[in-house]
């Protein structure tokens, strides 16, 4: 199940546990994205 599926399902169903699944989702995918920035600017520097 992605965001966007978890998304509908919450506009849909007014669930707050969905939308707690969809935040954990949103804030993994961004510390992920941090994380490779961070990797990529390290690289850099070096």
Do not use: P
């Not at 506009?11 to 992920?32: C, H, P, W």
């Amino acid at each position: 199940m992605n965001k966007r599926e978890l998304w509908e399902m919450f506009a849909k169903t007014g669930d707050v546990e969905v939308y707690g699944m969809y935040l954990a989702m949103k804030e993994y995918e961004d510390i992920s994205h941090m994380a490779r920035e961070d990797d990529a600017n390290s690289r850099r520097k070096s």
